[in-house]
């Protein structure tokens, strides 16, 4: 069974996180259908997959996003809306008519064994993945510290120096090390009470 691009969309972005919504999917009482729309589980992201390669026109899609976007700001809707554009590339008036109301991504027409591509495209949906180094969080600290220590002593040991005192004992040791620097601040004669606002 061949497996078309809007399908290596939907099960990528599934894997993600997402899920399919049914169709035609009612907002604010006007039903709506694309190739496929997924809602994100831990997000409010809401995404219309268009296959390029079944709709030959720009302005049916055009106007099928424009009323989605529209529907959805009625409803006071708080998700984002993202349009997939998956197959064969077109030119720029498509992106450009309706980059006013949602994003757009374009995937091309994704294959086996192009999930990098596939992950770059739509990296924007995509949980943020945080490399941690190698260690104990205890660890990884101790090197932070050390390395503030040694670039700016005078400012980081008021701090450290307070923090087993608690919060209020380190806002005290920050407001103490930023008055003199403010205060040159306030009596430079050449002040002017306009600058800051």
């Known amino acids: 069974m061949t497996v078309g691009p809007v399908d290596r969309v939907v099960a990528f972005?599934?894997?993600a996180g997402y899920e399919r919504v049914d169709q035609p999917w009612p907002i604010g009482g006007i039903p709506f259908t694309?190739?496929?729309m997924l809602a994100g589980r831990n997000s409010l992201d809401l995404i219309a997959v268009v296959d390029l390669g079944i709709h030959g026109e720009d302005e049916p899609i055009r106007r099928q996003v424009e009323a989605l976007a529209?529907?959805?700001d009625l409803v006071r809707s708080r998700r984002s809306l993202t349009v997939v554009l998956a197959g064969p590339r077109r030119g720029a008036a498509l992106i450009q008519a309706i980059a006013g109301v949602a994003r757009i991504l374009t995937v091309g027409t994704p294959t086996d064994g192009e999930e990098a591509e596939l992950h770059d495209a739509l990296a924007v949906l995509l949980p943020l993945e945080i490399a941690l180094q190698d260690g104990s969080a205890a660890e990884v600290w101790a090197q932070t510290r050390d390395r503030l220590l040694g670039e700016?002593?005078?400012e980081?040991?008021?701090l450290l120096a307070a923090a087993p005192r608690g919060q209020a004992a380190v806002e005290a040791a920050l407001a103490a090390l930023l008055a003199?620097?403010?205060g040159v601040l306030w009596e430079d004669e050449d002040y002017d009470d306009g600058e800051l606002e």
Do not use: H, K, N, R
């Open 34 to 36: 694309f190739d496929a």
């Open 180 to 182: 003199e620097p403010l």
């Open 156 to 158: 980081i040991e008021p």
């Open 70 to 72: 529209q529907a959805l």
């Open 13 to 15: 972005l599934e894997q």
């Open 152 to 154: 700016y002593p005078a």
